[in-house]
């Protein structure tokens, strides 16, 4: 049998079809996966803040039923998978990295994390974040923050940070995180990894620890699309929780696709490397027959001032039931973002000033929407970039939160007008650090977005790797 | 009197659905173990989200329905934020623009709206610390609000009790005040006679809350008109704000003044997508709706010809009003059988209707002993009975029922009992002499 | 620029259920000011008859059936756990005045 106790980047699965492969040939056994996995944990976390909770007896628990029954004929049988810690996890330590849930113990677990478990998963742990998700960073969890595998100095993006470090440190094969305004796609493409936005409605949000309500949606991280599309495939359905999901039948695969490039999308702060990224991008996409329409989305612009006058408002509400009275502690020990945050949405809300900003906001999102609709008509999926930038360094952008909300400028309209988009990795900076792109798709569209991604990555001999 | 009260009501009824508003625990918390009848979704746990229940929208629309409201053609939930220990998410999930039902009437009151919402937990107040319960939290709660529009105490009982009957015939709720399935709320000011009606408002309300019970209300309503009557005669205006009630002092008291007064940041509820109430839906309802508690008054008079007073009385509720059509359906001899219910509780007697008519039918086709058989027992009576002839002879007349009965045992019940009366007092007196 | 005072923010701090330091105060006055000032360009736009968006997946009536489901309820025990602060059965809190905040 294979030792894979001291795997190396060479032998680490990357894949659930490699796991999977593994485990069916009895190259090793899951319980020999979950020592592999602990060993890199347990090595490289205090270095890289990347766990807040290692659930080590249930993993070997999980692990050991598998090898009991041998078959590992789940979709995710034997795949390592861990929760960024705003998913709720019975008996299982919760926090949303904010000290008010320090010890917080959840009574149930989220929607999400039971149907990966039920699908066979091995689960490690709690990934570290942003507190309650508000940050594009890492940078704002009361636990420190999480470091880039590929650069330390650098932040690993926001706010899923730890689902996405966890999989570049080779410490998980999949993870979930969120994306509420590029919380997903950000740090994918910040570590190297697919992430997924998925259609809001889609995937059930029941026990994931709310946000902006009319925003929020799950996000899944891989290291490849076909990962993705079976943690998409498992996740999606109704739970009978969350009363804005229903089901969808997987859609005919197009076999021919337009890919929209939006005009405003390259303008005034949009790095050079990121802006050379998407050429090429577009090129190889022309090279494999896609063709490449121009299209406009004007009020993308706004996009930012429209999110963060309805996310804040929603946090402001959502994040009114931590009173200290039923669990956690009380309100001091929200930390500054999250105060912040909840000011700013009382505000819009508050008397004489709704219709000015709350309001307002939401019939710009209207026209946001409108702009998607009429470009969706044109081409099947646009292309667009994730963040303005490559990864930024630890503490460069921490003192003014305004600069921070502008990383959003790309991935904040995609949720709020509620599509799917999936973030792929494709090349590294000069500097070393990972860049990528978006693939946005009208609702319900994940499927095709995948064949797009696949047949990318494909023409790129695309390989995935992990940091360390 | 030189000001006029004028009067708008806030009640809330609990519906008798078998769930929550928004989740599945029993929306029956009344006299649980405290804190046993909650999950993630009304104890506002991180995470949880809600899910609408249809039978409660159904019977606040059925409510509109009956009072004549309009229905909304698309109706959603907002959410109004406020802190309290026994509200767990921080918002009450409820209803602003477009609530369910618009407008309505009932004896000629308008109403304003009726909309749907939950409920908070309870607060229980205690030396040391306040005690909190959630096994209320999150059952269904339906909001009806009124026009300022009532001018006296007796214009709002009669509206609530009205509304209350009205309810109970829908089969919406039991609206039991003890249980607090039906909670009252007033808002009171006086007005000069230019203001009354409908020529303005005046500038401040005091809204009375707290109040469980249609007497209080009478008497918090009372004391609260006094209060602000003395007020005014000082040249002062009352202030605007929240008041409860003292049973014990006969005062209202204060609870909450103007300053403090609330910015609910009210905004649609995302988790909760929006209900549109079409054609079908109305008419669905309306084939249910049940003959209302006014038409019934109607009919009762027109086809029974029966008093006022009993018809009130069989239809106060609904189940006595099927009871008596339903033994009426048997036997025409429709005052007999209302007498025999309103006053005599034959329905409990008989809780088959079938039964009562049967007895009806007896009592009145009975063969009655003759007169000679009857003198005979009385004879017997009297001559068995000499210690209690000798109280009546020596005006202690009370015993008269004692001899009545003996007589009537012994003519196993056919006796006519004004025939033994008048027979028995003849021969007692007639024996005296 | 829309300028946020110090009394503005209190006023929201208190809507918000939160106590600010000095410091606190301070600082977000001034982020706030900043923050709210960039909402200011949506006002270019005219959005005069135009509906506001609140949800994204045109789903209407997504309603459940009236029915108790015992099995999603939590015990008395599991309700309770997340605080020591309980006295028989019920949560506990400092002394609530009659008003609510």
New interface residues.
Partial sequence: MQDLRFMTNNNIPLTIKETQEGLKAKKFLAVELVDAYLERIKKFNPEYNIFLTITEEEAYKKARELDKVGLYDKPLSGVTASYKD???TKNIR?T?ASKI?DN?????S?TSVKKIEDAGAIPLGKLNCDAFAHGASGENSDYGSTKNPWNKEFVPGGSSSGSAAALAAGMSLVSLGSDTGGSTRQPANFCNLVGLKPT??VIS??????MS??IDTVGTFTHTVDDMEIMFDVLKGED?????V?NFEKPQIKEEFKLGIAKEFFKEGLDREVEEMIEGVRKTFESINIEIVDISLP?TK?A???Y??IQP??V??NL?????????NN??R?G?EA??R??????????GY?D????????????L?EDFNLAFEKVDAILSPVSPTPPFKLGENTND??KM?LEDVYTASIN???VPSLALPTMFSEGGLPIGFQLIGPNFSEHNLFELGRRYHQEINYKPKIAL | MKYTPIIGLEVHIEPNTKSKMFCGCSQDHFGKKPNTNTC?IC??????????NKEAIKKTILLGLALGSEISKSSRFY?K?Y?Y?DL????QTSQKENPFCIGGELLGKKINHIHLEEDAGKLIHADDGSL?DFNRSGCALIELVTEPVFHSIDEVLKFLKELQLIARYLDISSCDMEKGTMRLEANVSLGTRQQVPGNGLPDYKVELKNINSFRFLEKAIEVEIRRQELELSKGREPIQETRGYDEAKKTTFSQRSKEEAH?Y???P?????PVVIDRSIILDLRSKMVELPQQKRERFEEQYKISKEFIEILVSDKKRADYFEEVAKLDSNYKTIADLIVNKRFDQKYPEPAGLAREIYNLSHMQYATDTETAEIISKVIAGNTDIVTKYNNGQTQVLGFLIGQVQKLLKGTGNPKLISRLLIEKLENDQK | MAK?TKG??L???R??????TED?LE??TL??S???D??S???E?D?TN????????G?IN?L?DDMVMSDRM?TQN??L???D?TYNGM?R?PKVLKNKI
């Fill in positions: 705003i998913f709720l919760t949303a849930l917080y113990i959840p009574a149930y989220a809001r409605g949000r029941y026990g994931v620890i709310a309500s009319s009978g929780f969350d009363g804005i229903k009020h706004y930012v001032p429209i963060y006058i408002a929603e402001s509400s009114g039931r931590f009173d200290g009275i039923r669990y956690g309100r001091d929200f500054s105060k912040r909840i000011m700013l949405g009382s505000y819009v809300l508050s008397s709704y000015a900003y709350f309001d307002k906001a939401q019939r710009v999102r209207t026209k929407i939160p305004l909300y709020l007008v509620g | 993630p104890l506002g746990l991180p995470g949880a989200l809600p899910y609408a959410r934020h802190f220990p767990p998410k921080s918002y909190i910015d940041r009210y905004f509820e995302a988790d909760l997508p | 946020l503005d923010v006023h929201v701090a809507l918000s259920n939160l106590n600010l606190e600082m977000f982020q706030l900043k923050i709210v960039f909402f360009e949506l006002s736009i959005t135009i509906k506001p968006t609140s949800q994204t997946t789903l997504i459940r939590l599991e309700a756990s997340g605080t602060n949560f809190v």
